[in-house]
């Protein structure tokens, strides 16, 4: 399949972009040779090749969720600039 100049205008007028015709030029000359390329990878033999959705192994770095003690609310408190009760003051920010 071919990458025309009317296709990558017609893309583009889906698109709502306005292209140069310089931009019209470049841009279907990239596709052509994206898919070139793509082309050229499905020439490669993957028969012995499992599918995978990461080159590497991953393994998670997360640590269990587990509930534990939290800090009381006056403690949490205790370099509050401003308290309201067991809340942070905050300065108004809607008039």
Partial sequence: MGITK??????????????????LEKLS????DILKFIDKLKEAD???????????P???V???DAARKSLSS?????NAPRKEGNFFGVPKVIE
């Fill in 6 to 23: 009317d296709t990558v205008k017609y893309v583009a007028h889906l698109a709502r972009i306005d292209l140069k015709p310089k931009e």
């Fill in 29 to 32: 000359h990239q596709l052509r």
């Fill in 46 to 56: 993957v028969k012995e090749v499992q599918p995978t959705s990461h080159i590497l």
């Fill in 58 to 60: 991953l393994k998670n």
């Fill in 62 to 64: 997360f640590r269990e």
């Fill in 74 to 78: 006056g403690k949490a408190l205790e």
